[in-house]
């Protein structure tokens, strides 16, 4: 009978080989599971960041929206009787303390030199304030050149928008905010009670000038309406989802839709 001699040195070969080539899918294998976590976990915290600052530029820009500005492209251009308005709202909305301001028989008393230092921190210095009275949509902060104050009348104001930033860009020293404007009388309720907050009227493009202490805004302009997936992915909460109506008392409980803002506490 023919016997077949069988090659066991090649077997034993292939063997020797087996084991490491294994191993050595394994750790790859292992790395790519790991890069995938790591990866994951970096998209959740940039999504967090984002998240984060997204509320942080709907709280600064409330005060900004809420009366519908005129559009500027640079401050020169804006209406300096609006940037003044928008600096006393910002005060107002502000975790104030019931003492930190007088009052007298046409209501809180805010003195000059807070609103423009308030002026200063939305607007930088590229322009001066101009102090005057303002008048607004069912109410006026008359300003006495006098006393250089303001006095902030017992009104209660629907704010005409409320902000929903939807995307944010970084350009050098600049951050380019896309914003939802969202009408402040078009909320509604879901069947489980909650508030749900309308597509936004229109959309405008802020434009933020970064310094030592954080940004200001610089720019107010017309743009058109993001792709859906933008708007999508942006974080849906607004201001006006997670603070109460404007008072000149701490905020201590949330709001269930856009409130009506009170010019000072009652």
């Known amino acids: 009978m023919m016997m077949v001699k069988t090659n066991t040195k090649h077997k034993k070969g292939a063997r020797r080989w087996a084991f490491p080539l294994g191993l050595a899918i394994a750790v790859l294998a292992v790395i790519g599971a790991v890069t995938v976590i790591v990866a994951g976990v970096t998209a959740i915290r940039q999504a967090v960041e984002n998240s984060r600052n997204y509320d942080e530029y709907n709280t600064l820009l409330t005060p900004v929206v809420m009366n519908d500005p005129d559009a500027f492209d640079d401050l020169t251009q804006a209406d300096p009787e609006q940037l003044i308005d928008i600096s006393i709202w910002s005060i107002l909305r502000s975790d104030l303390s019931p003492d930190q301001y007088t009052y007298d028989d046409n209501g809180m008393v805010i003195p000059e030199a807070d ?26 902060f008359a300003y006495d050149a006098t006393r250089q104050t303001y006095s902030i009348p017992l009104t209660g104001v629907v704010p005409t928008y409320t902000p929903r930033v939807v995307n944010a860009e970084e350009r050098g020293d600049t951050i380019i905010l896309t914003v939802g404007y969202i009408g402040g009388d078009q909320w509604a309720q879901d069947a489980e009670g909650n508030m749900v907050a309308p597509e936004p009227d229109k959309y405008m493009r802020v434009t933020l000038r970064v310094r030592e202490d954080g940004y200001y805004i610089s720019a107010l302009q ?40 009170t010019a000072a506490a009652q």
């Not at 708007?231 to 701490?250: G, I, K, S």
């Open 115 to 140: 609103v423009t230092a308030e002026f200063r921190r939305l607007f930088g210095t590229e322009v001066e304030p101009q102090h005057a009275t303002v008048e607004g949509y069912g109410y006026t």
């Open 222 to 261: 017309n743009t058109s309406a993001p792709e859906t997936a933008t708007t999508a992915a942006a974080p849906q909460t607004t201001a006006a989802e997670t603070t109460t109506a404007v008072t000149t008392v701490p905020v201590t409980e949330a709001a269930t839709a856009a409130p009506e803002t």
